[in-house]
């Protein structure tokens, strides 16, 4: 079964070590990190831009990403 890549981008709150839960979701769940960007809109809140590729239903990753209590919003 090949790797299908996917675009995400991810809204949340700009606190420590929030990126490094979202990577960590990420990675437990099999994606496989191809590009990402991010940047603050303020010193609140940051824009994770992704694109990655997993074996897995990208559903599941999403759903596992948006339960973090920092993660504002997540869209494919």
Known sequence: MSE????LTI???N?????ERILR?????GGH?????MHTIDNHTFIL???LATERAIST?????AKLVDVI???A
Do not use: C, F, W
Not at 4 to 7: I, V
Not at 61 to 65: A, E, I, K, T, W
């Open 15 to 19: 606190k420590l070590g929030t990126l």
């Open 49 to 51: 831009s992704l694109t």
């Open 25 to 29: 979701v990420i990675r437990h769940r």
């Open 4 to 7: 299908t890549p996917y675009q």
């Open 61 to 65: 990753l999403q759903n596992q990403v």
């Open 73 to 75: 919003s997540i869209e």
């Open 33 to 37: 990190i191809k590009k990402m960007q």
């Open 11 to 13: 809204k949340a709150d």
